[in-house]
């Protein structure tokens, strides 16, 4: 039956798992989203999961664990948080070679030195190369639902890719929300049975599973893994609106807030949009035609989708949650410049990094950005294309 | 052999042909030195076999018989590890014809 809970963002994953009902668990527990992997333990526990739940001694292992047990033909679920996805790093790229539909769990988390155990995205965006799919959550309802669209993208045909679904760490993994839980059945029923294509245990058809590759074969093999996540902005919508039609809540690539009209724009992901939501209502009473854009896909990046819902403004404004040290501008911000760059009229893009170990981003700093937006839209002209937001300068 | 292209592999990598390995003649990459079997003193302990990182020593009933050289890359294991003296394994030196590639 469908009913209403209280969950926090951790417990939404762990419902969701429930739900799923993977064949194999495999996860080793991390602040902050040590409580995902306990909730299922406990669900173990209590016989409400039939799957295997495999508690290794390290996330390296964790994610070998998934390997094994996805190219054993298996539906695998893992999660993770900052350091311990660091260290799944090596097996994340071959669970992405092999195709193996893998979903994870990431209470997005700040990476050391120093430490904390605070919420930004550099966990995720370290791995944005890995190969996965990146799905993200601005709150906990974004993330229950995420994370059940999550297995029908990663297993679709097309897709065969694994997939992270991110949740900002403690913002969302432990803040209570009233959830949407649905209907045991109508999730089963949405997520569907899983085919592998390939079974180590299918002794009727005998494979190997990521043996060498010489020169000879590596680039083919690494051409037809791009093709899977080159495929999936297909699947990622056509998932997006048919649980929608199910559940009534439809999914995009990002959610456009108050873009119809607007002339400067704030680009911002995950549970910062919702702050950022209210600072924009407050600014269209002062009388600025301002939007925000939320992006929920990230890779694959929706670059053409994206540059169309932008390339009307005058000033754009592309925070990030996690910084690249070295580079021109933080991941979210090369995307999105990137994107708009053969558009003849296109906004110009400003770029901010907030929010590290989870410092706190609030009404007033999207405000700051706001009137930055109109100083540009009225100038022309950017003082400072990449800065900082909520930081002590001088 | 013709090699297929990105299309045509099979999903995530898999090798859908398992053992074919033995077409990857290994045997091409000696350069100058190779293993010769001298069977005398040959007490057929079967270090050479244990040692063989290419599965090039011909054992048939338990007795050291011959090495494969279409996959002996020359490394100089078996020799190192053979224990009798004199040495039942020797290097020797091989003219180097260049390789054609792995696979035939
Ligand atoms: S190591 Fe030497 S003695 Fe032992 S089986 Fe091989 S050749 Fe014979
Ligand atoms: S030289 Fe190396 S590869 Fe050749 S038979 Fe001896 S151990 Fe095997």
Known sequence: MKTLKPLNGNQTIAEATRQVDPDVIAAYPITPSTAIVESIAQFKADGLITGEFVCPESEHSAMSVCIGAASAGGRVMTATSSQGLALMWEMLYIAAGLRLPIVAGIANRALSAPINIHGDHSDTMGARDSGWIHLYSENCQEAYDNFIQAFRIAEHMDVRTPVFVGLDGFIISHSVEVVQVEDDAEVKKFIGEYKPVYSLLDMSRKITVGPLDFTDYYFEHKRSQIEGIENAPAVIEQVGKEFGLTFGRPYGFFEEYRMEDAETAIVVMSSAAGTGKDAVDELRQEGLKIGLLKPRVFRPFPYQKMAEALKKMKAVAVLDRASSPGAFGAPLFTEIRNALYDYAERPKVINYVYGLGGRDIKVEHFKEVGAKLEKIRKTGKVEEMCGYLNLRES | ?104
Do not use: Q
């Open chain 2, 1 to 104: 052999m013709k090699k297929e292209t990105w299309k045509e592999l099979p999903l995530g990598c898999v090798n859908v042909h398992p053992g074919n390995s033995r077409e990857n003649l290994t045997g091409t990459w000696r350069s100058g030195l190779k293993p010769e079997f001298i069977a005398e003193p040959c007490i057929h302990c079967m270090f050479c076999w244990l040692y063989c990182p290419h599965f090039a020593i011909i054992v048939e009933d338990g007795v050291m018989k011959a090495i494969n050289y279409n996959y002996c890359t020359g490394c100089g294991l078996c020799a190192e590890e053979c224990p009798t003296k004199p040495k039942s394994i020797v290097m020797v030196k091989e003219e180097v014809k260049l390789a054609e590639g792995g696979k035939k």
